[in-house]
């Protein structure tokens, strides 16, 4: 099994609907973080947590919201998804030894 | 959050060339790390750098942390088909920061 799981792996939704992204892990970290990938432009920062009472903006966290339900539990919502939110989203774990990602959610917002 | 120049974009080289890509930071960092990512999974950790000076090797990887803090190198030897993805870096403050990434470096290799 996965250490870092994301659900679901693809979704078509379309604009104006509220979408949620889980990620789930058993890596048993505090830190917890969502990324989205966009060609060229990388990986970028949507929010992130250092434990369950922590949430942080990253660079681009405007349309998005998170919530931290358990230390093993850090979903990221769109509340009213909008075309160019339409990327690969990647959840993170990190300690000390560095940050290890999920499979990725491709999200299409039509 | 701080920005790292990753370079260059992309490469496109024969098998069994050799291959160097870098980062550089305006601020300094204390952890540096590069990443690979194969296409349609997410980015897995080759290399992770924690001190200045340091050079560390995994297999034909070898990656060093640049004295001034502000810059990394990955060097990839004898590179074989299956090294073809995106390779990024990745680098960090300090524990009470979020990891930065740089842009990526697409890598493709001809047989």
């Known amino acids: 099994d996965a250490d870092v799981t994301q659900t679901p792996r693809n979704r078509i939704t379309k604009t104006g609907k509220r979408i949620m992204l889980e990620c789930s892990q058993t890596k048993g970290h505090d830190r917890m973080y969502w990324y989205r990938q966009d060609p060229g432009l990388g990986l970028r920062l949507i929010y992130y947590?250092?434990?369950?009472?922590?949430?942080n903006k990253g660079e681009i966290s405007d349309g998005y919201s998170v919530s931290r339900q358990a230390q093993a539990k850090f979903s990221l919502s769109l509340e009213s998804a909008i075309p160019n939110q339409t990327a690969l989203y990647f959840c993170?774990?990190?300690?000390?030894?560095?940050?290890?990602f999920g499979q990725g959610t491709r999200l299409t917002v039509v | 959050g701080q920005q790292l120049n990753q370079s260059p974009q992309s490469m496109f080289i024969q098998e069994g060339e050799d291959v160097s890509m870098n980062c550089t930071s305006s601020s300094i960092f204390n952890t540096w790390l590069w990443y690979k990512q194969d296409p349609g999974e997410g980015p897995v950790l080759l290399i992770a750098?924690?001190?200045?000076?340091e050079l560390t090797s995994n297999g034909r990887l070898t990656a060093q942390f640049g004295i001034t803090r502000k810059d990394s190198f990955l060097n990839i030897s004898a590179s074989i088909p299956s090294d073809v993805g995106i390779y990024f870096c990745a680098g960090q403050r300090d524990s009470g920061y979020a990891l930065n990434f740089g842009k990526g470096t697409s890598l493709l290799v001809t047989p």
């Open positions: 947590s250092f434990d369950v009472k922590d949430i």
């Open positions: 993170a774990t990190s300690d000390s030894r560095g940050a290890f």
């Open positions: 750098l924690y001190k200045a000076g």
